[in-house]
C-alpha cells in the first residue's frame, strides 16, 4: 500500500491568492515566515488574513509620499467637483479611488516607472479609475440608467473631468519625479511639459474648430437638434453631440499621449520649427 | 544622544532583535516578542509593519538569506540591530528601569508577584 502523502506546505490555491494579495517586494520573506509556520490550511488562511493587510499598509507608507497623495488627491477633486452639473459624492468617490489606486500602484510596483511613458501610464489608469469610480456612484446611487436620460450629458462631464485630471496627474508626476528610470533633471522636464503644452493646443484648436463647424452643420439641417430629432433618433442625436463635445479633450489626451510615447519626436519637430522660423 | 524616540512595541521588537542575534528573522522575532508582550497576543504583520519602521528610521538592516526547502524555496529576511537602534534600546531601557525602581519603592517586591500583587485602591 503507498504511503499517505503528508502535507508540508499550504495548499496551491490559498498560497496562489496570498502570493497575488502580498506586495512583491515583501512576497519572498512573507510566504516563507508563513510557509514555515504552516499547520492547517485554516490555520494558514488566518495567519494569511492577520498579516497581509499590515505588510500591504507598511508598503504604502514606505512607497508614498503623503504630501504627493494629498496634492494629487486635491487636483482629482478639484478636477471632479468643477463642473456645475456633477454632484459632490461623484467628486468624493474619484477622490477615494484615485487616491487608492495611486497608493496601491506604487506599492505592488516593481520596477521603477520608465520616463516618460510609465508616468503617463499611472496619470492614466489613476484617472480612468476616478471615471470609473464617479459614473458608477452616480449610477447605483441615482437609480438612473447612463444611457437615453439626462445622464449622458452628465457622463460626457465626467469624462472630461477624467481628461482635466489626466492633463493635470500627468504635469505632477513629471514635476516632481521621484525614483523614475531614466529622469531628466527639472529644467529639461520643465521644458517637455512646455512642448507638451505646444502640442496639445496645435492638436485641440483645429479638432476644436472643426467639431464647432459641424455641429453648426447638423443644427442647420435638424439632425442634433430643432424638428428634425424625433423620439426615434433622439439617441442618435445624443451621441453625436457626445462626441463633438469630447473631441476637444480627446485631442489633448491623445497629443499628451503621443508626447510621452515619443518624447524624442514631440521635442524634434518642435526644435525643427522653431529653428526654420 | 539619540534622536529618534521608540515606542512601546518598536522597544519590545528591537530587544526580540537583540536576543536573536544571527538568527533574527520574522518567524522567531514573532515567537520572542509574543513571549515578551504575554499574555497579549500579537499578529505576525505588526511585526512586519514595526521592523519596516525600524528599518526606515535606521535601528535595524535587513538581508535576504539563501532559500531553504523547509520553507518552500523561499529566503528569509534577517535583521540585524544598528548603532542608532542599540543606542535607542538603551535610552528606552533606562526609563523603564527607572518606572520599574519607582513601582518597587511604592509597592515592595510583591509588583513582580502577580498572585500576591493587588491594586491598592479597587472600585
Not at chain 1, 503507498?2 to 506546505?9: A, L, M
Not at chain 1, 499547520?39 to 499598509?57: C, E, G, H, N, W
Given at each position: 500500500?503507498e ?45 494569511a ?60 510596483r ?7 511613458k ?69 529644467r ?18 483645429p479638432?476644436s474648430?472643426?467639431?464647432g ?6 443644427m ?45 519626436l ?12 | ?36 508582550s ?42 540585524r ?5 542599540e ?23 510583591n509588583?513582580?508577584n ?10
Amino acid at each position: 500500500m503507498e504511503p499517505k502523502k503528508v502535507e508540508t506546505g499550504p495548499p496551491a490555491l490559498i498560497e496562489a491568492v496570498v502570493r497575488l494579495l502580498t506586495p512583491p517586494a515583501c512576497r519572498e520573506h512573507v510566504l516563507g515566515d508563513l510557509w514555515e509556520r504552516y499547520k492547517s490550511p485554516r490555520q494558514y488562511l488566518k495567519d494569511a488574513m492577520r498579516t497581509v493587510p499590515f505588510v500591504i499598509v507598511s508598503r504604502i507608507r514606505r512607497t508614498s509620499s503623503a504630501p504627493l497623495l494629498a496634492f494629487q488627491a486635491l487636483i482629482v477633486f478639484a478636477t471632479f467637483a468643477g463642473p456645475p452639473l456633477m454632484p459632490i459624492r461623484t467628486a468624493v468617490s474619484a477622490t477615494v479611488a484615485a487616491v487608492a489606486i495611486l497608493a496601491l500602484r506604487q506599492a505592488y510596483r516593481v520596477d521603477a516607472p520608465s520616463w516618460p511613458k510609465g508616468l503617463a501610464m499611472d496619470a492614466l489608469t489613476v484617472s480612468l479609475g476616478a471615471v470609473l469610480f464617479s459614473i458608477l456612484s452616480v449610477v447605483l446611487f441615482s437609480k438612473l440608467s447612463v444611457i437615453g436620460t439626462r445622464v449622458d450629458i452628465w457622463l460626457v462631464s465626467a469624462l472630461d473631468c477624467g481628461a482635466g485630471a489626466f492633463v493635470l496627474l500627468f504635469c505632477t508626476k513629471v514635476l516632481w519625479a521621484t525614483d523614475v528610470a531614466g529622469c531628466p533633471p527639472l529644467r529639461r522636464r520643465v521644458v517637455y511639459l512646455a512642448a507638451c503644452a505646444a502640442w496639445a493646443t496645435v492638436i485641440a484648436v483645429p479638432v476644436s474648430m472643426f467639431a464647432g463647424f459641424a455641429a453648426g452643420v447638423l443644427m442647420e439641417n435638424h439632425i442634433i437638434g430643432g424638428p428634425g430629432v424625433t423620439p426615434e433618433n433622439v439617441l442618435f442625436a445624443q451621441a453625436v453631440v457626445a462626441v463633438m463635445s469630447f473631441a476637444p479633450t480627446a485631442a489633448v489626451i491623445g497629443a499628451m499621449s503621443l508626447c510621452a510615447a515619443r518624447p524624442r519626436l514631440a521635442f524634434g519637430v518642435l526644435q525643427k520649427t522653431a529653428s526654420a522660423r | 544622544m539619540n534622536q529618534a524616540s521608540i515606542g512601546q512595541f518598536e522597544q519590545v521588537v528591537l530587544t526580540a532583535v537583540l536576543a536573536l542575534g544571527d538568527n533574527a528573522y520574522g518567524v522567531t522575532i514573532h515567537g520572542h516578542v509574543e513571549q515578551l508582550s504575554q499574555p497579549k497576543r500579537v499578529s505576525l504583520g505588526a511585526v512586519y509593519a514595526t521592523l519596516d519602521r525600524l528599518e526606515d528610521k535606521g535601528f535595524v538592516t535587513s538581508w535576504l538569506s539563501e532559500p531553504t526547502a523547509e520553507r518552500g524555496g523561499r529566503s528569509k529576511r534577517h535583521y540585524r540591530l544598528e548603532a542608532a537602534g542599540e543606542l535607542a534600546l538603551h535610552e528606552s531601557a533606562m526609563a523603564a528601569k527607572r518606572i520599574c525602581d519607582t513601582v518597587e519603592r511604592f509597592w515592595g517586591a510583591n509588583a513582580w508577584n502577580p498572585r500576591k500583587w493587588k491594586p491598592a485602591r479597587q472600585h
